[in-house]
C-alpha cells in the first residue's frame, strides 16, 4: 500500500518561478537568461533549465554580466528573493540599458516578509530571525532589516546566546522563514512574548508550508516506511524529513527516482511518500511509481533472503572487469607512489601517482584518504595477475570537458594552474584537462623568464575550443576587475583555509555595535570581538576599548566556516588586571591607591586598573571612625599597605592604620582622657541652674485642671 501525502510537491511561490521561467525559455525573446541563485533548489528542474540556455549566477558576477550585455540580457531574482542591494543594482542598470530586464520571481510569502521587516524596522530595533542564517531567503530578510539583527536555530540558542545581549527595554520584533518547523516556531514565540511584553511577532512561515509539515507527521505515524523526496540542500525538504524521521524509523531522503532503487520494502508493509516545495509533479510520479513495482516484488517473491544474499556475494565475487569500465572504488592503501582500491570484484585496482592528478609534487596523502571513495577508468585489466591499472587523471579529464566548453560559451573564468613552458607559451591545467597558453596570454612580460610562473594559480578565460581534437586554448591575461575579484576569492579561501582555533591577527575595527567590534583580519573577512570579550571589567559600550580604525591584536576563539563566523577574543591573561597585580605586587606592598567605591564597612581603592583593594573602616585610621566618608573621599588618592592577598577569591585587604605611627594613638588617647576628666566637675557648678526648672514643673499644675474643666 503507497499513500502520497496532499501537500506534495511545488508550492504556489515555487510553482510561479518555474513556470514564468519556462514561458521565458520557450519565447525565445528574453535573450541571454541568468537567474540569480538556483531558481529553487533541486538539482533536477536547475539541470532542465541549464540544458535550456539557463545560467545560474552568483552576485558577484553580476557586475561584470551587466557591463559587456550588448544583446537582450534577462536576470530572473529565485523564489527566494535576493539580497537588496543585489536587486537595487540590477534595477539601476536596467533604468541605465533598455537591453536589460529583470524579472522578479520571489514568493509572495518571501515578499511579504521583505515589506514586514522594510516598514516596522530602524536604527533602535532588534530583529529576530528564525531561519538558517546562510540560506539565500535569510539572507535577503536581513538585507532590509535596519537595526540590530540576530538569527537563530531553536529556542535554546534564542534564549542562551541571542537574548542575553538585548537589552529589557529594546524595541524586538520577531519573524520567521517561511519553511520553518512549525513546533519550534510557537516554543520561540511564547518564549519571546513572556519575556518582552512589547514585542512585535509576525506569524510568516508559509501556510502551505505549515499543512505540509503536519500532513507530513500524520502520515509518517501510519505507515512502515517514508520517502522524502526533495533536494537536499533545500531547507522545507530537510524540515520534513527531520519531521517523518522522529515518528518514523525507516525515512530515507532522495532527490530523484533513481535513489529509490536502493529501499527495499517488505511483504505487507505500507509506504508514505511526501514532497518538498521545490519537487516537481514529474518526479513525485516516478518514485511513485518505481516503489509500486517494488512492493509488487515483495508481495510476489518467495526467495529465501539468505540465498538472495548469498546469489549477490557470488556475483559480485565473479563480475567482470574490462578496459574502459568507469568503476567506483573505496580506498585501502596509500603510499608515497600509488594508492589501491578495493573495486568489489576479484582484482584489485592501482592507481599509480602519475595517474592521480596533473599537478606535479602533490602528497597523495594530502589529497585523499583511507576509506574515500574513488572514482577512475580501468586502463588495463590483467585477470592473470589479479590488478586493474586505472586512471583518475583521464577521468577527471573527460567529465571536466563540459565544464570547458560551458565556460567557452558564457566568457566565465575557471582556476587552473601553470605546469609546463612548451615553444611559443605554456601549459596550464584547467579542471584536470591541459590547455595552451600562447606567450602573450601570460602574465609573463615580453622576453621575461617563463619559468617564473610554473605552479602558479590563478584564473583562465576559455579563448578557443577544438572539441574533435579535444584541444583548447587559454588566456591568463584577463581585465583587471576580474583580476582583483578573483584574488579577492582567492585570498579568502586561503584564509578560510589556514584559519584556527587561538590564531593570532592584527587586524583593524570597521564598525562598532552595542554588542561588541568588527575587525577585519584580511582578505575581506571579518570577526567579531563580543563586549564581554573586550576588557576584564565591565563596559558599556566597546567603544570605551577601541575605535573605528584602530589597529589591534585579537585571536580565533571559535569559526564556523560554513556560515562564514569568527568569534574572536581581545583580552588575553596577560592583560587580566588580577595577573598583573600579583606580578607586581606582594604583601607587605605600599602602594598608592584612589577610592573609587565607598560602602558603610569600608572603602575600595583601585590599586591598578581593573584591581580594587578592600580598606575596611577599622583600617582607616589609628582611631576609632563612625564613617568612612569621615576620612576618605571619591578621588581621594592615599597611601596604603597590602595586608593580605586571598589567591582563591582574588580579594586584596589594604591599611591606611598600618602607616601610622605607633606613638599617635597613645598620644591621643591621653588627650581624650584629659577631656574625659573636665565634664565631671561641670555638673556640680550647673546644680543650682537646674533648680529653676525643677520649680516651675508645678506651674503646669493648673492647666491641667483647666483642661479638665
Not at 542575553?164 to 514565540?189: A, H, Y
Request: net charge negative.
Amino acid at each position: 500500500m503507497t499513500e502520497i501525502a496532499e501537500y506534495s510537491g511545488f508550492c504556489p511561490g515555487v510553482s510561479r518561478a518555474v513556470s514564468t521561467l519556462k514561458k521565458l525559455t520557450e519565447s525565445g525573446e528574453a535573450g541571454k537568461i541568468y537567474t540569480l541563485g538556483d531558481i529553487i533548489h533541486n538539482p533536477t528542474v536547475v539541470s532542465e533549465f541549464e540544458a535550456a540556455g539557463v545560467r545560474s549566477v552568483k552576485p558577484e558576477e553580476l557586475e561584470e554580466l551587466c557591463d559587456n550585455a550588448v544583446v537582450t540580457t534577462t536576470f530572473v531574482i529565485r523564489a527566494h528573493g535576493s539580497e537588496k542591494e543585489y536587486s537595487d543594482y540590477l534595477s539601476d542598470k536596467a533604468k541605465e540599458k533598455p537591453n536589460i530586464n529583470i524579472i522578479d520571481c520571489t514568493c509572495p510569502f518571501v515578499a511579504k516578509i521583505h515589506g514586514i521587516v522594510r516598514e516596522n524596522t530602524n536604527d533602535d530595533t532588534t530583529t529576530l530571525i528564525f531561519g538558517d542564517d546562510g540560506h539565500p531567503e535569510v539572507r535577503g530578510i536581513k538585507s532590509r532589516v535596519k537595526g540590530k539583527v540576530y538569527c537563530f536555530s531553536d529556542k535554546n540558542q534564542l534564549e542562551n546566546e541571542i537574548c542575553p545581549r538585548i537589552l529589557p527595554d529594546e524595541s524586538v520584533i520577531m519573524v520567521s522563514q517561511t519553511t520553518q518547523n512549525l513546533t519550534e516556531w510557537k516554543k520561540c514565540q511564547n518564549f519571546i512574548e513572556n519575556l518582552y511584553t512589547n514585542a512585535k511577532i509576525f506569524d510568516t512561515i508559509c501556510s502551505v508550508t505549515e499543512k505540509r509539515q503536519k500532513q507530513t507527521l500524520d502520515l509518517a505515524k501510519r505507515v512502515d516506511v517514508m520517502i522524502v523526496i526533495g533536494g537536499k540542500n533545500s531547507s522545507n525538504t530537510n524540515k520534513l524529513y527531520s519531521t517523518a524521521a522522529s515518528v518514523c524509523e525507516k525515512t530515507y531522503l532522495v532527490e530523484n527516482a533513481d535513489e529509490c532503487k536502493r529501499i527495499k520494502i517488505g511483504k505487507n508493509q505500507k509506504l508514505g511518500i511526501t514532497a518538498g516545495a521545490s519537487t516537481p509533479d514529474s518526479i513525485i510520479e516516478e518514485v511513485k511509481t518505481i516503489m509500486s513495482e517494488e512492493l509488487k516484488e515483495s508481495v510476489s517473491s518467495g526467495q529465501n533472503e539468505a540465498e538472495e544474499s548469498f546469489e549477490k556475494l557470488l556475483d559480485e565475487t565473479f563480475k567482470t572487469l574490462n578496459t574502459g569500465d568507469v568503476v567506483t572504488g573505496t580506498i585501502t592503501q596509500i603510499s608515497g607512489t600509488e594508492i589501491k582500491v578495493d573495486l568489489g570484484t576479484k582484482v584489485t585496482g592501482i592507481l599509480s601517482y602519475d595517474d592521480v592528478s596533473d599537478e606535479p609534487g602533490v602528497n597523495l596523502n594530502d589529497l585523499f584518504k583511507v576509506g574515500d571513495q574513488i572514482t577512475a577508468y580501468a586502463v588495463r585489466v590483467s585477470d592473470v595477475d589479479g590488478v586493474a591499472t586505472l586512471s583518475k587523471r583521464k577521468y577527471d579529464a573527460k567529465n571536466n570537458w563540459q565544464q570547458i566548453v560551458d565556460a567557452y560559451n558564457s566568457g566565465e573564468y575557471l582556476d587552473g594552474k601553470f605546469v609546463e613552458v612548451v615553444r611559443g607559451g605554456a601549459i596550464c591545467t584547467i579542471k584536470g584537462v591541459r590547455a595552451f597558453v600562447p606567450a602573450s596570454h601570460t602574465t609573463v612580460e615580453e622576453d621575461g623568464d617563463m619559468n617564473s610562473i610554473i605552479g602558479k594559480k590563478m584564473p583562465f578565460k576559455i579563448i578557443d575550443v577544438d572539441s574533435s581534437r579535444r584541444r583548447v586554448k587559454a588566456s591568463a591575461r584577463i581585465p583587471a576587475r576580474a583580476a582583483e575579484r578573483a584574488e579577492r576569492k582567492a585570498a579568502e579561501a586561503k584564509f578560510w583555509e589556514e584559519i584556527e582555533e587561538g590564531k593570532e591577527y592584527e587586524g583593524i575595527v570597521r564598525s562598532i555595535q552595542s554588542y561588541g567590534a568588527f575587525v577585519e583580519l584580511g582578505a575581506g573577512v571579518d570577526g567579531m570581538v563580543h563586549t564581554t570579550e573586550l576588557s576584564w571589567k565591565h563596559i558599556g559600550n566597546p567603544s570605551e576599548v577601541v575605535s573605528v580604525g584602530e589597529k589591534i591584536k585579537v585571536f580565533v576563539k571559535s569559526f564556523d566556516k560554513e556560515k562564514k563566523r569568527i568569534s574572536l577574543g581581545y583580552k588575553t591573561e596577560e592583560t587580566n588586571p588580577w595577573t598583573l597585580f600579583t606580578n607586581a605586587y606582594q604583601t607587605g606592598d605600599v602602594v598608592n591607591v584612589k577610592i573609587v567605591n565607598i560602602k558603610p564597612f569600608g572603602a575600595f581603592a583601585e590599586i591598578i586598573p581593573g584591581t580594587d583593594g578592600l580598606i575596611h573602616i577599622s583600617q582607616l585610621s589609628n582611631k576609632r571612625v563612625g564613617k568612612p566618608e569621615d576620612v576618605v573621599k571619591l578621588g581621594d588618592t592615599v597611601d596604603v599597605k597590602i595586608t593580605d592577598i586571598d589567591y582563591d577569591k582574588k580579594k586584596i585587604s589594604l591599611s591606611i592604620r598600618a602607616l601610622l605611627p605607633e606613638e599617635e594613638p597613645a598620644e591621643e588617647a591621653e588627650e581624650e582622657a584629659a577631656s574625659e576628666e573636665a565634664p565631671a566637675e561641670e555638673p556640680a557648678e550647673e546644680v543650682p541652674a537646674e533648680e529653676p526648672a525643677a520649680e516651675e514643673a508645678p506651674a503646669e499644675e493648673p492647666a491641667k485642671e483647666e483642661a479638665a474643666e
